[in-house]
């Protein structure tokens, strides 16, 4: 699975959806193809991407609870054009947080080399689901917040990658850590930084970080890619595309 990515955290609020949409935004506006794979119950980047939860006729629920299905059927066009295809999320992965972590590497096996990269949002924990996602992943991307409560359980993160690929995926490795809503002058968030660049690496932390903007959450709630925004959105849609092409190194060296 050398384009699939897992993009985590335990702590929620951090901005995994964000992250998640700001690069597809950005592989969009390159000419690239996305999947996005909605792995949260809260389905929030199923919704963005113009898709209501509740209607849909299967999920990535589906794709896990079902052994050996193929989830190739259950992809879905977005609101984002053709460049951005979904396999939606569903209040039903709730029950799923225990079970089996390779069913989802099994269903997305027919999918991946119709794409340039798979990201999977996944949810704010580490069960069953995200594990789903690492063992599926050659990338795993863990997405944080420049604060002291940001900070916190990333070494959890990191161990749990390090536990998926000695126990089910020898393959997975940890890509980075993107920081997330950094405000434009801060002390703390650089001290932040710095701890995280202490605790993970320097070269682990991805530059540049995405900067706190009122703009993304403008287009989370338009349901619209940050890349529309143009001039608005100067400094995101700066950051993405640089971390876009981060990313696609990375895949690339594999």
């Not at 959806?17 to 119950?41: E, M």
């Not at 190739?72 to 972590?101: C, F, N």
């Not at 900070?151 to 959890?156: F, H, P, Q, V, Y």
Request: hydrophobic content about 45%; overall charge neutral.
């Amino acid at each position: 699975m050398q384009r699939t990515v897992a993009v985590l955290n335990q702590k929620g609020g951090v901005g995994k959806t964000t992250v998640t949409l700001g690069l597809a935004s950005a592989a969009r506006q390159a000419g690239r193809r996305v999947l996005i794979v909605d792995l949260d119950p809260q389905a929030s980047a199923t919704w963005v991407l113009g898709i209501e939860p509740d209607e849909v006729a299967a999920s990535t629920a589906d794709a896990i609870a079902t052994k050996g299905v193929d989830a190739e059927p259950m992809v879905m066009a977005t609101t984002w054009g053709d460049a951005v295809d979904l396999l939606p999320a569903s209040g039903a992965l709730q029950a799923l947080e225990i079970g089996k972590a390779k069913r989802l590497r099994r269903s997305l096996s027919s999918l991946e080399s119709s794409y340039d990269a798979v990201l999977v949002d996944c949810p704010p924990s580490l069960g069953n689901l995200t594990r789903n996602a690492l063992t599926a992943a050659r990338h795993a991307l863990i997405v944080v917040e420049p604060s002291a409560l940001g900070l916190r359980g990333i070494g959890g993160v990191a161990d749990l990658v390090d536990e998926v690929w000695d126990a089910s995926n020898p393959q997975l490795e940890l890509a980075g850590v993107v920081v997330n809503r950094v405000p434009s002058l801060s002390r703390e968030a650089e001290r932040r930084l710095d701890e995280l660049g202490r605790i993970v690496g320097r070269s682990t932390v991805w530059r540049p970080p995405v900067p706190q903007r009122v703009i993304l959450n403008q287009a989370l709630g338009e349901r619209r890619p940050i890349h529309e925004y143009a001039s608005r959105a100067t400094d995101p849609i700066v950051a993405f595309d640089a971390l876009w092409r981060r990313l696609r190194g990375a895949i690339g060296r594999m």
